[in-house]
């Protein structure tokens, strides 16, 4: 078992930035591949980011590349999203996952946190 909690959403203009955090407990977080998702209201949910358990391998999802970036530090447990250049529809609530391949498809990862509500106006 992986518990994963997310922090660091809120309210920010566009243009603006904010960094996610994801907390991991449990099994060792250094064997997971982790990724970043996002559900919009009405939508289902999407891809954002994910990385390799030894951060050596990054995929983005095309409308988050160039602005969004995805790391992690395996010694604090962490896994973090640093959003710039926000735009209205980056909107979403976001989650970590954990994964033991490296993917990009939902439905391969088996640990979920809660999610943390990002909202940007315009």
């Known amino acids: 078992q992986v518990q994963l909690v997310e922090s660091g959403g809120g309210l920010v203009q566009a243009g603006g930035s904010l960094r996610l955090s994801c907390a991991a407990s449990?099994?060792?977080?250094?064997?997971?591949?982790m990724g970043w998702f996002r559900q919009a209201p009405g939508k289902e949910r999407e891809f954002v980011a994910a990385i390799g358990w030894i951060a050596g391998s990054t995929s983005y999802a095309d409308s988050v590349k160039g602005r969004f970036t995805i790391s992690r530090d395996n010694a604090k447990s962490t896994l973090y999203l640093q959003m710039n250049s926000l735009k209205p529809e980056d909107t979403a609530v976001y989650s970590c996952?954990?994964?033991?391949?490296?993917?990009?498809?939902?439905?391969?990862?088996?640990?979920w946190g809660q999610g943390t509500q990002v909202t940007v106006s315009s």
């Open positions: 449990g099994r060792t977080f250094s064997s997971y591949h």
């Open positions: 996952a954990a994964s033991r391949i490296f993917t990009r498809i939902r439905d391969e990862y088996s640990y």
